[in-house]
């Protein structure tokens, strides 16, 4: 009896995992609705999303969902995004970007603030960044999917900006925002 429980238990642990498995391998047909995953927001509730976490999704059926990252002033968001097609015969688009704000977002070195990502078997990878001089506020990260189901995911950094922003690269870039001393002595 207790080896027939231990048996099921193992299979049904693995049945979740196996559903996006044998999807990506062309086993499993499930359609485009059936394929969404992950949190999805709209534009009049973006979902929240938590910096020290990294969000998995899978964005199918033409769709748009919104996040939102709250920034304080003095702070700079960076997004990681990872979009890779799930489709073998199919191509697929995914447009990113944090939406404008008023007082306008700051650029982050090296990084944009839009990206559409033209997918045809391939993944690609992004990083979008705005940072904060004004008063406190949401930033909110738009994500539209159109063609093949595209697998996505999502990794945020934010940090206070302070004489130098990491970039992501590794590099180290001086920045001066408005109104705030250098980060280099003599300058």
Not at 164 to 172: F, N, T, V
Request: glycine residues 8%.
């Amino acid at each position: 009896m207790n080896k027939c429980f231990f048996i099921l238990l193992m299979l049904s642990l693995g049945l979740t995992s196996c559903r996006t498995l044998g999807t990506d391998l062309g086993l499993v047909h499930l359609t485009d609705l059936q394929q969404r995953e992950g949190p999805t927001g709209t534009l009049a509730q973006p979902a929240a999303l938590d910096p020290f976490k990294s969000y998995d999704l899978v964005m199918a059926a033409n769709e748009c969902r919104y996040f939102q990252m709250n920034l304080p002033q003095g702070w700079y968001w960076k997004l990681f995004v990872t979009a890779v097609n799930r489709s073998k015969d199919t191509s697929g688009v995914l447009k990113a970007g944090v939406l404008p704000s008023t007082p306008a977002w700051e650029a982050v070195p090296l990084c944009v603030s839009q990206k559409e990502f033209d997918l045809k078997t391939e993944g690609e990878e992004e990083v979008l960044g705005v940072s904060n001089k004004g008063p406190a506020r949401p930033a909110v990260l738009e994500l539209c999917q159109e063609g093949s189901p595209i697998r996505v995911t999502l990794k945020s950094e934010v940090s206070p900006v302070s004489g130098e922003l990491m970039s992501p690269l590794g590099m180290k870039l001086p920045i001066r925002l408005p109104g705030t001393a250098s980060a280099f002595a003599g300058e």
